[in-house]
């Protein structure tokens, strides 16, 4: 298995261990860091695992790789097939360029932690570039981008297995797009993911071909191709 495959399962058992409750063949974040979860392959017994995992009417998000079949105690939330795209760029300096591309916005970058916590979770709440819960910033390094004193723009890292990190959360309030604040963002966490000797990849939507664009423009090639599946215990 390549080490990007069933990635939220391997992450659960690397990694992120420390943030993992599991049970026999499912794994899950614990619920104030992500609603992910992993199973070891979908099957029924896996669903059972991971049904102990949560409460009656819990929800959680899974990648598979085909699109979600109905399983016995679980409903369909929302599906959507995505595209998983890994960093093929060799050189750092290739990087860097991009960065000096927009120096003015390189000198607003801000870190972020427990303080901006609400401020983070209220920007990914009206921008969705998915789940995003109170200690989310647990799992890396988060940077952002104020104006007039709001938060407008942000990125960081998630996802952790060995030799790789991914790059998450990558959102522009509405009102402030088109100022490249995203690829600033990404460089930033970008070299700090390739300085640590690792590949930064990451998960978009098949259908946002305007981000998929930018991300293709820093360097990023398809790796696969995966289903989200929101679930929700019945």
């Given at each position: 298995m390549h080490t990007l495959e069933n990635v939220i399962w391997q992450a659960l058992g690397t990694r992120h261990a420390q943030f993992a409750e599991s049970s026999k063949s499912a794994r899950r974040f614990i619920p104030e860091v992500t609603s992910l979860a992993g199973l070891r392959q979908p099957s029924p017994d896996a669903y059972e695992s991971l049904a102990v995992l949560l409460p009656s009417q819990g929800t959680t998000a899974l990648f598979l790789d085909e699109p979600y079949s109905k399983q016995r105690g679980w409903s369909l939330v929302a599906g959507m097939p995505l595209l998983q795209m890994a960093w093929k760029n060799a050189e750092l300096t290739e990087l860097a360029s991009l960065a000096r591309q927009s120096q003015d916005e390189e000198d607003t970058i801000l870190e972020l932690g427990v303080t901006e916590s609400g401020e983070m979770i209220a920007l990914t709440a009206l921008t969705k570039p998915g789940p995003f819960n109170t200690r989310t910033h647990e799992l890396g390094s988060y940077f952002g981008i104020r104006?007039?004193?709001?938060?407008?723009?942000?990125?960081?890292?998630?996802?952790?297995?060995?030799?790789?990190?991914?790059?998450?959360?990558?959102?522009?309030?509405?009102?402030?797009?088109?100022?490249?604040?995203?690829?600033?963002?990404?460089?930033?966490?970008?070299?700090?993911?390739?300085?640590?000797?690792?590949?930064?990849?990451?998960?978009?939507?098949?259908?946002?071909?305007?981000?998929?664009?930018?991300?293709?423009?820093?360097?990023?090639?398809?790796?696969?191709?995966?289903?989200?599946?929101?679930?929700?215990?019945?």
């Open positions: 104006r007039n004193g709001r938060l407008v723009s942000m990125a960081g890292e998630r996802l952790k297995v060995p030799g790789f990190t991914e790059v998450s959360a990558v959102c522009t309030h509405p009102e402030h797009t088109g100022h490249g604040y995203a690829a600033v963002l990404m460089n930033r966490v970008m070299q700090g993911i390739l300085e640590r000797g690792e590949t930064p990849f990451l998960h978009v939507r098949e259908d946002n071909l305007r981000a998929i664009d930018l991300y293709r423009r820093l360097g990023f090639q398809t790796h696969q191709r995966v289903h989200l599946a929101v679930i929700r215990k019945d």
